[in-house]
């Protein structure tokens, strides 16, 4: 059994800061790409940024510069530093990660974690 989960959403003022974790557990062989995607009430899931096994990053437009995704592969952890929020980002942020037992590799997604910016 493999679960992802994410935390550390919560209610933060536009120009603040706030730290997501998404953390795999179970029986895990290796952890490959891990992605941020993002869901606002009413809008199409919007993919937020992606991380390799390697380390390569990759981030949407309309984070760029704002947000910084990083893992500790050690803890099957992956991280979201979310700076400069606006109203905007406001949405249920979910990981999704392509995780191997050995025996096969799955793609996996966490239940998400509700960021609000609002003042």
């Known amino acids: 059994q493999v679960q992802l989960v994410e935390f550390g959403g919560g209610l933060v003022q536009p120009g603040g800061s706030l730290r997501l974790s998404c953390a795999a557990s179970?029986?895990?062989?290796?952890?490959?790409?891990v992605a941020w995607y993002r869901q606002a009430p009413g809008k199409q899931r919007e993919w937020v940024a992606r991380i390799t096994r390697g380390g390569d990053s990759g981030y949407a437009v309309s984070v760029k510069d704002r947000f910084t995704i990083s893992r500790d592969s050690a803890k099957n952890t992956v991280y979201l530093q979310m700076n400069s929020l606006n109203v905007e980002d406001t949405a249920v942020y979910l990981c999704n990660a392509y995780i191997s037992t050995g025996a096969v590799t799955q793609s996996y997604w966490g239940q998400g974690t509700q960021v609000t910016v609002s003042s």
């Open positions: 179970g029986s895990i062989f290796s952890v490959g790409t």
